[in-house]
C-alpha cells in the first residue's frame, strides 16, 4: 500500500519539516491493487487521504473497490470482487528508516473455480488483516530506491462472522521499488516494482488443525505514472499490476488495472481554503 508527499510548499514554517517528510515517504508506495484467485483480468480504483500530525507521524486511510472477470473471459469489469478499508500509521525512525503499523478490513466475493464459476457457499468471504511495515530508502542517482518488509496476520470469517475453513494466515511480502522523475518540475514520476509473498496457512478441522509449511505464493510486478496536482495537496496513480500465483491449479496469471487517487494533509488542505475565502471576504 502509498506513502505521499506533503503540502504546499508556501505553509508556514512550523510545517516546512512535515511537508518534508510527507513530500520524502510518498514515493515508498502507492495503494496498489489486492491480488485474486480466479480472474484474468481485474479493475481496481481507491480513494486515500494522507494526514501529518507530528514531525514523524502520518496516518493514510483510504477505501477501493475491485471488480474481476472469470478464468473463461476478460471482462475485468464483469464481476464485484472486493471491497477494502485500511489505514496505515507511520513513524519516521530515521532519515533512511520507516515503520508503518496497519489495520485493514476486506470483504471479498469467492467464485467456483471451474464453469460457470458461480459464487461459492458461502460467497463472501471477510477479513480482518493486522500488519507492519518496514522501510529502507535512499537516493540512487535519480531514482528514489525503497525496499520493504511486510508481515501479515490474516482472519477469515464467513458473512455471519463465523470461522472461514481456513481461518489464520501469516504472508511476508519483501517489495523493492523505483521511481524516477519524469519533467523538471518533479511533479510527473514513474513508479516500477516487484513483490515477492510467501505464507503459510492453517488448515483442517477444529480439533486437528495444523499449519502448511512456508512456501512462496504470488509475485506481483507493477507500473505506475504518477502525477502531483495543485502543489502536491492531490496525488494521482494511473497503471497496471502483474500478477504470477501459484494455486490448486497451478500457476496462473492476473493483469490488473488500477487508479487512484490521493487528498495530501486534508485538514491543512480546508484550513487554507477558508483561509483563503475569508480574506477576499467571503
Not at 24 to 42: K, V, Y
Not at 79 to 91: C, D, G, P
Not at 230 to 243: K, P, V
Request: proline share 4%; charged share 20%; hydrophobic share 35%.
Amino acid at each position: 500500500m502509498n506513502m505521499l508527499h506533503g503540502q504546499q510548499k508556501r505553509y508556514s514554517r512550523f510545517l516546512l519539516p512535515l511537508i518534508f517528510l510527507f513530500a520524502r515517504t510518498l514515493s515508498l508506495c502507492q495503494i496498489s491493487p489486492p491480488g485474486l484467485d480466479g480472474a484474468n483480468t481485474s479493475s481496481w480504483s481507491a480513494l486515500g487521504f494522507n494526514q501529518t500530525y507530528a514531525k514523524r507521524w502520518s496516518t493514510v486511510v483510504y477505501l477501493g473497490f475491485e471488480t474481476q472477470s472469470n478464468r473463461a473471459t476478460y471482462n475485468a469489469f464483469q464481476n464485484k470482487a472486493i471491497s477494502v478499508l485500511n489505514q496505515e500509521t507511520s513513524y519516521k525512525l530515521s532519515k533512511q528508516w520507516m515503520l508503518a503499523l496497519c489495520t485493514s478490513f476486506r470483504n471479498q466475493n469467492i467464485y467456483d473455480e471451474e464453469a460457470p464459476y458461480a459464487l461459492s457457499t458461502p460467497g463472501l468471504r471477510r477479513e480482518i488483516r493486522w500488519y507492519g511495515r518496514l522501510f529502507y530508502r535512499r537516493q540512487v542517482g535519480k531514482m528514489a530506491l525503497a525496499c520493504s518488509f511486510r508481515p501479515e496476520y490474516r482472519l477469515f470469517y464467513t458473512p455471519d462472522w463465523q470461522a472461514w475453513p481456513s481461518q489464520k494466515q501469516w504472508r511476508f511480502r519483501f517489495k523493492v521499488q523505483g521511481t524516477w522523475p519524469l519533467n523538471k518540475e518533479r511533479n510527473l514520476g514513474f513508479v516500477l516494482a516487484n513483490e515477492w509473498l510467501l505464507a503459510t496457512q492453517q488448515q483442517g478441522q477444529e480439533e486437528g488443525r495444523t499449519w502448511t509449511p512456508l512456501h512462496f505464493t504470488e509475485d506481483r510486478f507493477t507500473t505506475f505514472l504518477r502525477k502531483h496536482f495543485f502543489e502536491e495537496s492531490i496525488t494521482a496513480d494511473l497503471g497496471c499490476m502483474h500478477q504470477i500465483q501459484h494455486g490448486n491449479q497451478g500457476w496462473m496469471y492476473t493483469f490488473y488495472v488500477s487508479a487512484d487517487l490521493i487528498i495530501n494533509n486534508p485538514f491543512g488542505l480546508m484550513k487554507k481554503i477558508m483561509s483563503d475565502n475569508t480574506s477576499v471576504g467571503f
